[in-house]
């Protein structure tokens, strides 16, 4: 369990304006997600503070009276932090602290922290800090910020934690150190594609919203043991792990961090190498949370993420996942290729690993050759690098009738183009 949910819960006020582009629903939708954001952060709402307005106030984010409502509950109920349902100027925050004695961060700053909490390897940990850094950096006073002297909580995990005594010109050499070690784990990265390349992996990437059930399907399929809890960003290091499928073919899978409407764009900038293993993939999982009220909003910000990855002509099944929990209003978007499972029923999941086969398939060649029974090597390589659909024993020709599929992009193509049956 992470260390932050060990420790007392922060007391929080949450505040958000409905503009007149938001619908009753999403904006209600919106503020759950802000609800679940702020427990992920180990955070316990006190009050929810809303606003409707024309546009959102330059100075102060809410409206004058608004904002008299939310002094006057910060004395009542003395929170120790403020959360807004949006991203703050440098000048709205500044304007805010002169009244509102509590800490203030926006959604953008939640999100940062949950990574910071989350990550674990070094790129996660430099990919994090290189997001937050740039968040800071426009907001720093023309005296510099003393981080030293923040307390630790929400909103300051992470770079606040290392005592920078921050100026300008110690956050952008910062930021270049950074770059430069990642640009190095990056190139790591992009030899171990290759690798996989050259090695013919059939590659599998699990992508969705983030609390989808994406790790929890990633561990039935492969029992790698991943990280798996109903929390936001559960996930956040990208793990690869073989899945044998029925035939006996592995392929590689991949889960990837859980995406979010209105992801902070410095996020985006900062995790595109990682999440540029979804663009390698043969194969596109994408899971959606069935049970979610605004799963088809969820569906539409994860094919626009994948859009902006430049993801295309890449065969995508989708998985909507949890139908033990589903609501009869629940209907699916209309997709060629889809499933309704429950990660949690064993049945489900070895449809799904035979789905993937078939799907697989598509992709590949059918043969069908005759291998004599001295040939046992060419045989091992033929069900560790195709899949094998039949085998037959000749007696009379002492050797066996093979069918199967192949790439035909694979090291064996040309064996098995010489030796096609008749």
């Known amino acids: 369990m992470n260390d932050t949910q060990n420790k007392e819960k922060e007391r929080v006020i949450l505040i958000s304006c409905q503009l007149p582009k938001d619908e009753d629903d999403s904006f209600l939708y919106s503020l759950d997600e802000l609800v679940s954001l702020t427990k992920t952060a180990n955070g316990e709402v006190l009050v929810i ?9 330059p100075a102060t984010y809410i409206g004058k009276g608004k904002l008299e409502e939310l002094v006057q509950l910060e004395e009542e109920l003395e929170p120790d932090i403020v959360i807004f349902n949006g991203e703050l100027s440098p000048s709205q925050n500044r304007n805010l602290s002169k009244v509102i004695g509590a800490r203030i961060i926006d959604r953008t700053q939640l999100i940062l922290d949950i990574f910071a909490q989350r990550a674990k390897s070094k790129e996660g940990k430099l990919q994090v800090e290189l997001a937050q850094l740039q968040y800071l950096l426009p907001r720093l006073t023309g005296k510099g910020v003393e981080m030293s002297r923040l307390a630790g909580g929400i909103g300051t995990r992470g770079p606040g934690e290392t005592k920078l005594e921050s100026d300008r010109r110690h956050i952008n050499r910062r930021i270049v150190d950074i770059k430069q070690q990642l640009s190095s784990i990056v190139s790591h990265r992009e030899r171990y594609r290759d690798r996989r390349k050259r090695n013919q992996a059939f590659q599998l990437s699990l992508v969705g919203y983030t609390n989808a059930g994406k790790s929890t399907i990633f561990n039935r399929l492969t029992e790698a043991g991943a990280f798996e809890e109903n929390l936001l960003f559960a996930t956040l290091d990208p793990t690869t792990r073989k899945v044998a499928l029925p035939s006996g073919f592995q392929a590689l899978l991949t889960d990837t961090v859980g995406f979010i409407q209105d992801l902070p764009t410095s996020l985006i900038a900062a995790f595109r190498s990682t999440l540029e293993e979804v663009t390698e993939a043969n194969l596109i999982l994408h899971v959606v949370d069935s049970s979610s009220p605004d799963h088809v909003n969820h569906e539409k ?4 993420l994948l859009k902006d990855l430049n993801v295309e002509g890449i065969p995508v099944l989708t998985i909507y996942n949890k139908k033990d929990e589903v609501t ?15 990660a949690l029923q064993k049945a489900d999941i070895q449809a799904l690993i035979s789905k993937i086969e078939n799907l697989m398939k598509k992709e590949m060649q059918t043969y069908h050759i005759f291998l004599p029974s001295s040939e046992g090597k060419l045989m ?5 690098e195709t899949i094998v659909e039949d085998t037959t024993f000749i007696e009379e ?7 199967g599929f192949y790439f035909d992009n694979s090291k064996l193509a040309q064996h098995i183009q010489n030796r096609t049956h008749s």
């Open 380 to 384: 091992a390589q033929l069900k560790q």
């Open 49 to 57: 503070l809303t606003q409707k307005r024309d546009r959102i106030h």
């Open 397 to 403: 020709k002492e050797g066996y009738e093979i069918k």
């Open 328 to 342: 009869e209003s629940f209907v699916p978007s209309y997709n060629e290729e889809m499933m309704h499972i429950s």
């Open 301 to 304: 910000t994860v094919d626009k």
